[in-house]
């Protein structure tokens, strides 16, 4: 099975430093795309940073300048540097991976890390 484990947040001040990391783990074939999300109480989930397979990098434009996202391939394992937090970047973050599990079936399929919480005091 596909595992995903978060860690990393914390509660920072605001212009603090956190750097989030998403090891993944199981039978994969391919790894497609990791990113990360966020969401907040009475919010719907949005899109924080992703990364695909072939490097391209994504980011909310809230975020842009002040996140960075990166991966480990060796490890499956990928990073948001979260530098400038501000109090409305306090979200619970979670890791998502999009990844082929079967070596002939090019279907991809969906995990979700279990979240990690975020807060950055104002």
């Known amino acids: 099975q596909v595992q995903l484990v978060e860690s990393g947040g914390g509660l920072v001040q605001a212009g603090g430093s956190l750097r989030l990391s998403c090891a993944v783990s199981?039978?994969?074939?391919?790894?497609?795309?990791m990113g990360w999300y966020r969401q907040t109480p009475g919010k719907q989930r949005e899109l924080v940073a992703r990364?695909?397979?072939?490097?391209?990098?994504n980011y909310t434009d809230s975020v842009k300048g002040r996140f960075t996202i990166s991966r480990d391939n060796a490890k499956n394992t990928v990073y948001l540097q979260m530098n400038s937090l501000k109090p409305e970047d306090t979200a619970v973050y979670y890791c998502?991976?999009?990844?082929?599990?079967?070596?002939?079936?090019?279907?991809?399929?969906?995990?979700w890390g279990q979240g990690t919480q975020v807060t950055v005091s104002s």
């Open positions: 998502k991976v999009v990844v082929r599990i079967i070596t002939w079936n090019t279907a991809t399929h969906e995990y």
């Open positions: 199981g039978n994969i074939f391919s790894i497609n795309s």
């Open positions: 990364i695909s397979s072939g490097g391209t990098i």
